[in-house]
C-alpha cells in the first residue's frame, strides 16, 4: 500500500445514491414495517467519506456541502451508530474514528443517502480496523441500521424483499441515463408510508415481471414504461408539485418518470446523455424544481480505491 508502518492512513470510501425503479408496497406487520418488492439501481451520484483513527470510545462525525447544516452529528446520526454498531459487532476493542461525510446525495430526499452513508461507514471502518468483520458480517450489520442499507453495500441493480434488505444482484444490459429532479423541500420516509396506509389498499407487492425482462434486455424505453412506485400518490399527496414535475419530464421526451423511493426527488429516465440534457433543460426553469442532477446506473456500491480509480 506505500504508507509507513504503524501509521494508519485516512480510509476514502464513495458511496452511490439509489433510485428504485420499482417500488411495490404490501401491508405493514406489527412493527410497522411494510412488505416490499422492490428494484434498486445504483447510480453516479457519490457521497464521499473519510474516515480517521481516533483515541478508544471516541466516535464524530461532520459533514460537508449542500443540506449539512441540516443533518444531525450527535449519537443519533447513522453514521455514528454504523461505526459503533461494527465494533460492538466484530469485537474491535478500543474502538473510536472521526469521520468527515462530504454530501452530494440530496439530504431527505428519496435516494438513500443516510442509508448510504451509514454502508460507506461500514466500509471504511472495517478497513480503518484491519478487516475484522467477513462481507457476511457486515451485511447483517447493515439489515440492523436499515432497510436500503444492505443495497448500498451490494450496489449495481437488485431486486430487493422483505424489508427491501433481501438483496438479490439483477443481470441487467445497457446504460441508464437518469435526470433527478431536486425539491425545495424534503419528506420524511415515516409520513409518507404513513398517509399511504392511510389511503392505499395494500396488495402483494410484486415486482412487474415486464420491468424485469426489460432490464435483461437492455430496452431502456420498455424500462421507462414499466417503472412503477407504490408511494408516488401519498408523496404527491403530501407535496402536489410533484405531479407537475413528473409531467413537465415526461413531455420534455424523458422514457419514463418515477418519484425515487418516498420522495421528494424525481427520477426521469433517458436513452442517451443527449436526451436526458433535453429533459434537464425543461425541469430546470420550472419553479417547483430547486435543482436538477444528471446521473448514469448502474454502478458499484460502497468501496475503496482501486475499483473506483485513483482519487
Ligand atoms: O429502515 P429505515 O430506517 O430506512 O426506514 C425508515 C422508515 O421507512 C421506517 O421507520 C418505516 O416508517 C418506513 N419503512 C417501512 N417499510 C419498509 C422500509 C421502511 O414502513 N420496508
Not at 45 to 69: C, H, K, Q, S, Y
Request: proline letters at 6%; hydrophobic letters at 45%.
Amino acid at each position: 500500500m506505500g504508507h509507513m508502518a504503524g501509521v494508519t492512513p485516512a480510509v476514502r470510501v464513495r458511496v452511490p445514491a439509489k433510485v428504485n425503479l420499482a417500488l411495490c408496497v404490501g401491508a405493514a406487520d406489527d412493527t410497522g414495517y411494510h412488505e416490499l418488492g422492490t428494484v434498486f439501481q445504483a447510480l453516479s451520484l457519490w457521497d464521499e467519506i473519510t474516515v480517521e483513527p481516533a483515541p478508544a470510545g471516541v466516535f464524530r462525525v461532520a459533514f460537508r456541502g449542500e443540506g449539512a447544516a441540516f443533518l444531525p452529528t450527535d449519537d443519533t446520526n447513522l453514521a455514528i451508530r454504523a461505526a459503533r454498531a461494527l465494533a460492538h459487532h466484530s469485537g474491535v476493542k478500543d474502538a473510536g474514528c472521526v469521520m468527515v461525510i462530504r454530501k452530494r446525495i440530496p439530504v431527505a430526499g428519496g435516494m438513500a443517502g443516510g442509508s448510504a452513508d451509514a454502508a460507506a461507514v461500514l466500509v471504511g471502518c472495517n478497513q480503518l480496523w484491519g478487516s475484522p468483520a467477513q462481507p457476511s458480517q457486515l451485511r447483517d450489520v447493515a439489515t440492523q441500521l436499515g432497510a436500503d442499507v444492505p443495497f448500498l453495500l451490494t450496489g449495481g441493480t437488485a431486486i430487493g424483499t422483505g424489508r427491501g434488505d433481501i438483496i438479490e444482484p439483477l443481470e441487467t444490459r445497457g446504460t441508464y441515463h437518469w435526470t433527478l429532479a431536486l425539491s425545495h423541500t424534503g419528506l420524511s420516509t415515516p409520513a409518507v408510508f404513513r398517509e399511504f396506509d392511510r389511503t392505499a389498499e395494500p396488495a402483494a407487492p410484486v415486482v412487474p415481471q415486464a420491468l424485469l425482462d426489460a432490464l435483461a434486455a437492455g430496452d431502456v424505453p420498455a424500462v421507462g414504461k414499466h417503472l412503477v412506485n407504490d408511494l408516488a400518490d401519498a408523496a404527491i399527496r403530501l407535496q402536489p408539485t410533484l405531479g407537475s414535475t413528473l409531467q413537465i419530464g415526461l413531455d420534455a421526451g424523458a422514457l419514463g418518470a418515477v418519484v425515487s423511493g418516498s420522495g421528494p426527488t424525481c427520477a426521469f429516465l433517458s436513452d442517451s446523455a443527449e436526451s436526458a440534457s433535453l429533459v434537464a433543460e425543461s425541469l430546470g426553469v420550472f419553479s417547483g424544481v430547486r435543482a436538477v442532477r444528471s446521473a448514469v446506473g448502474p454502478v458499484d456500491g460502497a468501496g475503496t480505491g482501486e475499483k473506483h480509480g485513483s482519487r
